[in-house]
């Protein structure tokens, strides 16, 4: 494994499938399956772990057994399905025009927005 995607997988708390699954489905027998087919809805970041795979925890709600929205809106903007390790060091890199604070940690104060997400990979894209 890459040192980056040693060092991210370190830094985030992650879940694995049965247990996203069981989060957001609690008492469904086919609990994964409805997590694949959210997949096909919802942008989320999935890591490979094994044979098997891992959600970071930062992407859901546990009291409400449930996605964040905006989570799952930047995770989309940022191509989290085919990039997953990009989209996960793009939540902790810090942000100049947001005071030098990583996208997770204006999560965290329930400061990001969609607008303010549109601005942060409209910059990134720019300047790749």
Known sequence: MPALTKSLRRRFSCIRSAEAANLLYPNHSDAELRLEAL???VSLIRLPHGPNW???TFQFDIAA???IPIV???NADLKAETNPWGALAWWETQIRIAGTQT?????ARGQLTTRLVDN????????M
Do not use: K, N, V
């Open 120 to 127: 942060l990979t409209e910059m990134r894209r720019q300047a």
């Open 54 to 56: 891992e959600y970071p």
């Open 65 to 67: 057994r449930a996605i």
């Open 103 to 107: 996208p997770l940690e204006l999560l």
């Open 72 to 74: 799952a809106y930047a």
């Open 39 to 41: 997949r096909g809805e």
